[in-house]
């Protein structure tokens, strides 16, 4: 859980983790579903002919490279 700033407007959002430690390098991906209205903004709308829903679903994918001889010790901390 933490706080998500989208136009001036902050609210906490839950996002669903899941990350893989391999060697040196850790690998992760973040999803959560936020409502536009909660931000103070309408889902897009062309014209009626093409709407989009209120709910949008985002994901963060990141990868990094640990530099540091502390990947045994993130790996024991991860239960890999």
């Known amino acids: ?5 989208v136009r001036d407007v902050t609210k906490p959002v839950e996002w669903s983790v899941v ?3 391999q060697g040196n390098t850790v ?3 973040a999803k959560t579903i936020i409502k536009m209205s909660d ?3 309408a889902a897009p709308d ?6 989009a829903e209120d709910e949008a679903a985002l ?17 024991s901390a991860l239960g890999a």
Do not use: Q
Not at 46 to 51: E, S
Not at 59 to 75: D, E, K, R
């Open 39 to 41: 931000f103070g903004f």
């Open 27 to 29: 690998m992760g991906e």
């Open 59 to 75: 994901t963060v994918t990141g990868l990094f490279f640990l530099n540091c001889a502390c990947s045994s010790a993130i790996s």
């Open 1 to 5: 859980v933490g706080d998500m700033t």
């Open 19 to 21: 990350g893989r430690l």
């Open 46 to 51: 062309i014209g009626g002919v093409l709407k």
